[in-house]
């Protein structure tokens, strides 16, 4: 059996940041025999975030290896980097030596696999198996996740997250997590009327060691589904967090729907929710500010390479008298719009004030229902159309 055929791991998009040249002549052969055809990029520089972030959107990047001994700063910063940019690229940290507590350093930040100057054959084609089975482990098994995110602030957008997941978990018949990723005005607590000791921030700062206990130990359970909150008081200085990634990663492993409810398009925090998401539900409402917000923000993400194909329109509060139409707000944010959610003030005020979910009886519980089987891929209930007392009575005549 040809040996060399059971060692090809087929063709990646691979980018090489070294600044050591003999490092980067060191893998091309290794690259040239076991993942033939592959797309190499090389950087001979560290970049800066901005940089790779382009770099990785334009090469569609899918495996990437990271010099960590010409500067061990810059190595563990940009290992930071990539893990967040990406989280499910594998990333590969090149040492020079044997150094068990810097070695360690960068697992911590994000390497998912360490190879040791020199590169050799055998240790060049360990990593790749493990990466292949992490990388088919991964496609196979992680749950879906729908990033909930409003073009402006009082769209709806958590109203929508609240009442959407549970309906997701009734629908599907799935595992469904909601969490509350908004660090500064978070109010699904207030929605769901709930209360925890424990957030999103403590699930991050436990995430190198999350297990089922941890995790359960901080989630609340209600309406079939499971929910993280958000802290109780503003967390500023978000783009600081870490680890995030990292805890996602737990709860899609976990779940086989994630429903995140954002605080909004802008910043580095919310542009990572928007990127790693499976699905991104953009809502508006169908007043001139907010759809001139909306395309606004479908601009910013155009600008920050979040792609457009999983990007979900949801005008909400419709109200085909007041405002504008649908096929307006298509024409001007350039896409189609995936639902359209009635106007109910007063239903939604009463359930806040009860803390329930709204009436499935009603048009907005009805729209619910219709959204929800948009997203799970099932048909659509339709509306039956109400028929006079005398159309009833001709109908009945017509059937007999």
């Known amino acids: 059996m040809d ?34 055809f592959s797309n190499v990029i090389a950087l001979p520089d560290y970049p800066t975030r901005a940089v790779l972030s382009e770099v990785l959107a334009e090469q569609g990047t899918n495996l990437c290896f990271v010099d960590s001994f010409t500067s061990r700063d810059w190595a563990l910063a940009l290992l930071n980097d990539l893990s967040m940019l990406d989280a499910r690229m594998p990333l590969v940290a090149l040492h020079e030596g044997n150094d068990p507590d810097f070695i360690l350093r960068t697992l911590r930040v994000g390497a998912t696999e360490i190879l040791i100057r020199p590169a050799t054959a055998d240790q060049f084609t360990a990593v790749m198996e493990r990466i292949r089975s992490l990388t088919r482990g991964r496609a196979g098994e992680l749950g879906r996740i729908l990033t909930v995110m409003p073009a402006k602030g009082a769209c709806g957008a958590t109203t929508i997250a609240c009442n959407v ?7 599907g018949g799935k595992r469904v997590l909601l969490c509350d990723l908004d660090p500064l005005t978070g109010t699904v607590s207030f929605q769901l009327k709930l209360k925890s000791a ?86 508006t409402t169908n ?54 959610l009635p106007s109910d003030y007063d239903s939604v005020q009463r359930a806040l004030v009860e803390g ?45």
Request: proline share 6%.
């Open 3 to 36: 040996q060399s055929a059971n060692r090809n791991f087929g063709q990646w998009k691979i980018l090489v940041i070294s600044p050591d040249q003999e490092m980067q002549a060191q893998l091309q052969p290794l690259f040239e025999e076991f993942l033939p």
């Open 165 to 171: 997941a549970p309906q997701l978990a009734k629908s």
């Open 198 to 283: 424990y957030s999103f921030l403590d699930a991050i700062s436990r995430a190198p060691g999350l297990d089922a206990d941890i995790w359960n130990g901080m989630i609340t359970s209600t309406r079939g589904i499971d929910v993280l909150l958000a802290p109780e008081k503003p967390v500023h200085g978000a783009e600081e967090l870490r680890d995030v990634d990292t805890m996602i990663e737990f709860a899609r492993a976990n779940y086989d729907l994630l429903v995140l409810d954002a605080g909004g398009p802008y910043g580095q925090w919310n542009l990572g929710l928007a990127r790693q998401c499976d699905e991104l539900l953009l809502v």
């Open 287 to 340: 007043e001139l500010p907010s759809l001139q917000a909306a395309q606004r923000a479908l601009a910013y993400f155009d600008r920050n390479r979040v792609d457009r194909s999983k990007i979900r329109v949801i005008v909400n509060r419709y109200n085909k008298d007041i405002g504008l139409s649908r096929e307006v707000i298509e024409a001007a944010l350039h896409c189609e719009v995936l639902h359209l």
């Open 356 to 400: 329930k979910l709204l009436s499935p009886a009603g048009d907005l519980g009805r729209g619910f229902r219709q959204l929800t089987a948009r997203l799970l891929g099932k048909p659509v209930e339709e509306p039956k159309p109400k028929q006079s007392g005398l159309g009833g009575l001709f109908a009945s005549l017509l059937r007999r």
